[in-house]
């Protein structure tokens, strides 16, 4: 492959067991007042890090989330962040918490509502100021946004999740502890650890690949396919959580350097319309987007650089040299299997919701970097086979 990219990510990154100790520091470093954006469960490290600020010395306004954050909710925090005089913005939390962050920053300095900047709902416009100060801390591994230029909103007006997105909202420094997601229920744990896969594959069958992504990508998936089912079964493994939280932050590293593709164009349209967990539903989708491309694959001459890829994976996740393609879509099948992970059945999605969610996928900014062009009856039976995986299995 050329030898021809462009890459960017955190200004530093800060990785391993105990290193949320150094938050104070670092914040102090960007000013003496921060704004702490996290999540609503009140956990014990959450007061820690809170207290610790406050001893030393950095004065303290909090705001809290669940769920994707809405427009409003960032809106109101940048209006928080200006009125009390923040100087930096802390992200401490999932994937929510710290999108919110990201999108409270940049907000905080750039003049007009938040569809001034939005994508597909709004104008989509750069921003003009640089955003403040990002320290982002994440307590799951799952989302990578620790690293990534972007951040997700819910438009409650619209049942849409849309983006916020430029190259200045890459947060300062990522603070990348494991310890910090050695709490998080077996659940969140399969949400979060299929979400990062699906953050390393993508990026590794993009039309926007590279050299350089692809290491992130191969060792991501490498250790997801050793340490995924071990963190949901004893989430006191250090070594599955130190290798959970790693491949985390590869696949942010991965995508926002390459593209993502068919399984985040799906997931964020029936994340908005269905109020459905974005990790649970890129777990549900990954398998048969998966098939998809590995069948539109073997059919296309012009696509076959991809197969020995789709061997990597399923060699990477299964551990043995003898392995088909197919493998690895088996191989998902079954992780999805074990941990539980609901069909889109039980969030509601019915075969007569078909129709609507391929339109909206097909507009999705993700699915631009899909390696296959596929048809509508392809995203139709992706969606069907995400109803009942019962439907690929008669692929």
């Not at 999740?161 to 430029?166: D, E, I, T």
């Not at 319309?273 to 098939?291: E, K, S, T, Y």
């Not at 970097?369 to 392809?378: F, Q, V």
Request: glycine content about 10%; aromatic content about 6%.
């Amino acid at each position: 492959m050329e030898l021809n990219f462009e890459f960017a990510t955190a200004g530093r990154i800060y990785f391993g067991e105990g290193k949320v100790a150094l938050a104070p520091k670092v914040v102090a470093e960007y000013g003496s007042k921060a704004l702490v954006v996290c999540g609503k469960s009140h956990r014990p490290y959450q007061s820690a890090l809170i207290e610790n600020l406050r001893l030393n010395g950095i004065g303290v306004e909090i705001i809290r989330v669940s769920g994707e954050p809405a427009i409003e909710e960032a809106e109101a925090g940048a209006e928080l962040a200006i009125r009390t005089g923040c100087q930096v913005v802390v992200g401490f939390g999932g994937g929510s918490s710290l999108d919110c962050a990201k999108a409270v920053a940049a907000l905080a300095t750039n003049p007009g509502p938040a569809l001034n900047y939005l994508e597909v709902i709004g104008k989509g416009l750069p921003l003009r100021n640089t955003p403040l100060p990002i320290i982002a801390i994440p307590t799951t591994a799952g989302t990578g946004t620790e690293v990534t230029r972007n951040a997700v909103l819910m438009s409650r007006q619209t049942n849409l999740k849309v983006s916020l997105r430029h190259l200045l909202m890459i947060p300062r420094v990522a603070i990348v502890d494991p310890t910090l997601t050695y709490s998080m229920p077996a659940d969140v744990t399969a949400a979060t650890g299929m979400d990062a896969l699906s953050q390393l594959i993508e990026p590794y069958l993009s039309t926007g690949r590279n050299s350089f992504t692809d290491l992130f990508c191969e060792e991501g998936i490498k250790r997801i396919g050793r340490a995924l089912l071990v963190a949901w079964q004893n989430g006191e493994d250090a070594t599955a959580r130190n290798d959970m939280s790693y491949a985390s932050m590869l696949s942010g590293l991965a995508l926002a350097n390459a593209k993502l593709g068919a399984v985040h164009g799906f997931a964020g349209p029936v994340g908005g319309m269905f109020n459905a967990p974005h990790g649970m539903l890129c777990a549900r989708f990954l398998a048969p987007v998966m098939r998809a491309n590995l069948r539109a694959t073997q059919a296309d001459a012009q696509l076959s650089s991809l197969l020995p890829r789709f061997r990597f994976i399923a060699q990477a996740l299964g551990g043995s040299a003898n392995i088909l393609p197919e493998d690895g879509i088996r191989w998902v099948e079954t992780a999805c299997q074990w941990m539980g992970v609901p069909t889109l059945g039980y969030y509601g999605v019915t075969s007569a919701d078909v129709p609507r969610i391929v339109v909206a996928a097909k507009n999705a900014s993700s699915m631009k970097g899909n390696p296959a062009l596929l048809t509508d009856g392809d995203l139709e039976r992706i969606v069907l086979e995400a109803i009942n995986p019962d439907v690929g299995e008669r692929a």
